[in-house]
């Protein structure tokens, strides 16, 4: 199984982080930074190595599940019975 | 002359711009089927407004992975007229047939509303009949309509003449208040390099009639005919 997280870079604007940030200060958590709103998605496949489960989830990040002009990825890979 | 009108699974304004073309400039046109492979025979393909896909994942992702887009593309380098509308510019840049990125609204709402564009670049088929600093009005209706491109991209973009509208007041001066989305430097359009391909977020193809409440989106498609007659001349003398 994997993991792909998939987040906006950091010089693109997030509206959204901006709106949960507020609504968390709203909320009385002063402490509360920075938010940055991302996607999450879990994928299972097969392949015969994790080398090649690897190559397959870059291929998939870079052109599908992340748009690299606004996106930056990253994923981990899990063994699934 | 031939015009043609890309639909997918969530287009919704398909029918706005077969209508413009066919009724209100008298001109051909055909819808072309986003499992098509190949596109046929057109001078001009349209990619209409909408939410492809249900806008899953990023809008117009996936319609950009459809086979009718690498047919698109095959059209687009050998040179053919392309015209993205509002989720067709989405559909172009996610294609990576047009540079920069449509993100979010700076606001988060949805924005549905008369907006004023100023032409910003005339020597494409698009604009040709338009004046650099004409003002036209025409609607948006999109929540993620904010483009997007990073410094070294918008100075390429500038230094080419490849910004063609930009949002402005009434008057044509460029505001903070006339942007309805937040886009970098009040971008509301844009071309490819070899200006063949041109997307928007505006609606010209619902600011086509008086009763809409605009005619102004009608100087992109008379300066599309024109372009082409042009051409149809010079290809029989």
């Known amino acids: 199984m994997a993991k792909v997280e998939v987040t906006l870079k950091k010089e693109v604007h997030d509206p959204q982080g901006t709106a949960v940030e507020n609504s968390l200060r709203a909320l009385g958590f002063d402490g509360v930074q920075r938010v940055r709103v991302g996607k999450y998605l879990e994928l299972v496949l097969e392949a015969e190595t994790f080398e090649e489960a690897a190559a397959k989830i870059e291929e998939m990040s870079r052109r599908l599940l992340s748009n690299p002009v606004i996106e930056d990825y990253d994923y981990s890979l899990q063994e699934v019975e | 002359m031939k015009f043609g009108v890309i639909v997918f699974p969530g287009s919704n304004c398909d029918l706005d711009a077969y209508h413009l073309v ?134 390429d973009l500038d230094d080419n003449g490849q910004v063609v509208f930009r949002y402005v007041d009434r008057d044509g001066r460029i505001s903070e208040a006339a942007n309805p989305n937040g886009s970098t430097a009040n971008i509301a359009g844009i071309a490819n390099r070899r200006g063949n391909v041109v997307g928007l977020m505006p609606h010209p193809e619902r600011a086509g009639e008086r009763a809409l409440g605009s005619v102004d989106g009608l100087v992109l498609f008379r300066s599309l005919i024109g372009h082409l007659q042009d051409r149809e001349v010079a290809g029989n003398g």
């Open chain 2, 22 to 155: 066919r009724d209100v400039l008298k001109r051909d046109v055909e819808y072309i089927g986003y499992d098509r492979r190949k596109l046929g025979n057109f001078d001009v393909v349209i990619l209409p407004g909408g939410f492809t896909y249900g806008d899953y994942l990023r809008s117009g992702a996936l319609a950009a992975r459809t086979p009718v887009i690498e047919a698109l593309a095959g059209f687009a380098n050998s040179g053919g007229l392309v015209l993205g509308i509002c989720n067709g510019f989405q559909v172009l840049t996610e294609a990576g047939l047009l540079p920069g990125a449509l993100c979010r609204n700076d606001s988060l709402q949805f924005r549905c509303r008369q907006v004023y564009v100023r032409v910003e670049t005339n020597t494409l088929a698009f604009t040709g009949k338009a004046k650099n600093g004409d003002v036209l009005k025409m609607p948006v209706a999109h929540g993620d309509g904010s483009y997007y491109a990073p410094p070294e991209l918008l100075r």
